[in-house]
């Protein structure tokens, strides 16, 4: 199956293709201020174009849903969207924090996968390897946790592994036996999110096409001071 996946959820952002049947893969990274709804559609298009595909022939666009940047997340599921609708090809999701721990070796650790929040509080998920090598959210049931920096300092435990951008300011906070992944695997990647996708794929998952929206975690400073406004 021929794939797109976009990955805009943080400051940078990235464009991949793959056929995962054939075991084909290209990524891109996107210049800087590359990621806006002008600029995306642009880097798609060369992406194509460097690797001969036609967009008639990708068969799934899959995305980056959040948590992240309120900005980049409506461009890049916006942009998803709109091309898997023209085209006619499946839409797929996917949590970006799970696209931090694809790009983790397995291990018997716990992982823990860290987007910044903002305002002292972070994006944070944990995850164990399944038997199949996968990493998979401890709690299944939510798409991430909001603690506060110190609240989640104070879960870690020696052997803990942690991923994630933020780590350019938390590292030297990190307890004494907890591991840092390597600098150049802590930002999401687009060849994760179309790993990612395909394995949804085979298991018969898609997301539909006028339902799926970004998904940020929390709300946006703006709506949290109305609401305390209007109570």
């Known amino acids: 199956m021929r794939i797109l996946a976009l990955e805009t959820s943080g400051l940078s952002g990235s464009v991949a293709l793959l056929d995962d049947q054939r075991g084909f893969e290209f990524s891109c990274e996107l210049a800087a201020g590359q990621r806006s709804a002008q600029a995306l559609a642009p880097a798609i ?14 068969e799934a666009v899959a995305v980056t849903v959040g948590p992240g940047s309120f900005t980049g997340l409506r461009i890049g599921v916006t942009t998803a969207k709109t091309l898997a609708y023209a085209i006619g090809a499946a839409i797929v ?29 972070l994006f944070a998920a944990s995850y164990r390897v399944n038997t199949a090598g996968d990493w998979i959210r401890e709690d299944a049931t939510r798409e ?3 603690p506060t920096v110190d609240a989640w300092l104070a ?14 300011k938390l590292a030297s906070r990190l307890p004494s036996g907890v591991i840092a992944a390597a600098e150049e695997l802590r930002s999401p990647q687009a060849r994760y999110v179309a790993r990612l996708a395909a394995k949804r ?6 997301d539909d096409v006028w339902n799926l929206v970004p998904f940020y975690g929390r709300l946006s400073a703006a709506e949290e001071k109305r609401l305390a406004t209007d109570a």
Do not use: F, M, Y
């Open 45 to 58: 298009h060369d992406a194509l174009k460097s690797t001969g595909w036609s967009p008639r022939e990708l």
């Open 93 to 121: 999701g996917v949590n970006s924090l799970d696209v931090l721990a694809a790009a983790i070796p397995p291990s018997d650790a716990r992982l823990w996968a860290l987007l910044d929040a903002h305002r002292s509080e």
């Open 144 to 146: 991430c946790s909001l």
């Open 155 to 168: 879960q870690l435990a020696p052997g803990d592994i942690v991923t994630g951008p933020v780590l350019a």
């Open 201 to 206: 794929l085979a298991a018969g998952e898609r």
